[in-house]
C-alpha cells in the first residue's frame, strides 16, 4: 500500500499569514495513464471532509483561490496563501493512483 | 442537487453485523462509482471500499477484506455496506461518497455511526 506522510501535524497560523501544508508518498503517484490523482481534503469542526484539490492542483468549483496545490512525483504542497478563520480545521492529501486509497495522518491548522 | 444520505448506523456487539445504506439522488447513480469512507472517533480519514458504476469490480481496505461487502442497486440508487465479523477498532462513522475518475468527488453523505461495544 503507498503510505502518505504529512508535515507538519499541527499547524499555528496568523490570520492574513499564509500556510503550508506537505505531503510525501512513499512511491510515484504517476498512474500509468500519466495522472497523477493527488487530493486534498478539508475537514472542519463537525463537518464532513471537503474536496479542495484534485490532480495536484486543480480546484474543485466554488474553492476559494487562496488555496492552491503544487508538486510532483512523491512530493506534495497545499498552500493558503492568506488563512482566513473558515480555514480552521484538519487537512488531509489522499491518493487515488491505485487500490487501496490511502489518506495521510492530517494537518491540523488552527489560528495563533 | 447531488445528496447522499447515510443510514443503518448503530451499537452492535462484538463478532455481530450491521449493513449501512447510502440513498443517492441528483444524479445518474448508475453511471458513477461509489465509494465508502470512514473515521473513527478523534482520528483521521480511512477509505473502506470501492465498487465499479455496475458492479463489476470492488475493491477493499485490508483492514475490511473478507469481513465487509460492497455492493449497489441501481434500480434504488442505493449503496451497501453488509459489515460482518465486526470488532472495536471498526467503531467509526462511516461516510459515502461519489466516485470521479481519479478519485474521490466533492459529494460526500452526512455520516452514520457505528459502534462496536459489548
Known amino acids: 500500500d503507498i503510505v502518505m506522510t504529512q508535515t507538519p501535524l499541527s499547524s499555528p497560523v496568523t490570520l492574513g499569514q499564509p500556510a503550508s501544508i506537505s505531503c510525501r508518498s512513499s512511491q510515484s503517484l504517476v498512474h500509468s495513464d500519466g495522472n497523477t490523482y493527488l487530493s486534498w481534503l478539508q475537514q472542519r469542526p463537525g463537518q464532513p471532509p471537503r474536496l479542495l484539490i484534485y490532480k495536484i492542483s486543480n480546484r474543485f468549483s466554488g474553492v476559494p483561490d487562496r488555496f492552491s496545490g503544487s508538486g510532483a512525483g512523491t512530493d506534495f504542497t497545499l498552500k493558503i496563501s492568506r488563512v482566513e478563520a473558515e480555514d480552521v480545521g484538519v487537512y488531509y492529501c489522499?491518493?487515488?493512483?491505485?487500490?487501496?486509497?490511502?489518506f495521510g495522518q492530517g494537518t491540523k491548522l488552527e489560528i495563533k | 442537487q447531488v445528496q447522499l444520505v447515510e443510514s443503518g448506523g448503530g451499537v452492535v456487539q462484538p463478532g455481530g453485523s450491521l449493513r449501512l445504506s447510502c440513498a443517492a439522488s441528483g444524479f445518474t447513480f448508475s453511471s458513477y462509482g461509489m465509494h465508502w469512507v470512514r473515521q473513527a472517533p478523534g482520528k483521521g480519514l480511512e477509505w473502506v471500499a470501492f465498487i465499479r458504476y455496475d458492479g463489476s469490480n470492488k475493491y477493499y481496505a485490508d483492514s475490511v477484506k473478507g469481513r465487509f461487502t460492497i455492493s449497489r442497486d441501481n434500480s434504488k440508487n442505493t449503496l451497501y455496506l453488509q459489515m460482518n465479523s465486526l470488532r472495536a477498532e471498526d467503531t467509526a462513522v462511516y461516510y459515502c461518497a461519489k466516485g470521479r475518475t481519479g478519485g474521490l468527488d466533492v459529494y460526500w453523505g452526512q455520516g452514520t455511526l457505528v459502534t462496536v461495544s459489548s
Open positions: 489522499t491518493q487515488a493512483t491505485q487500490f487501496p486509497y490511502t
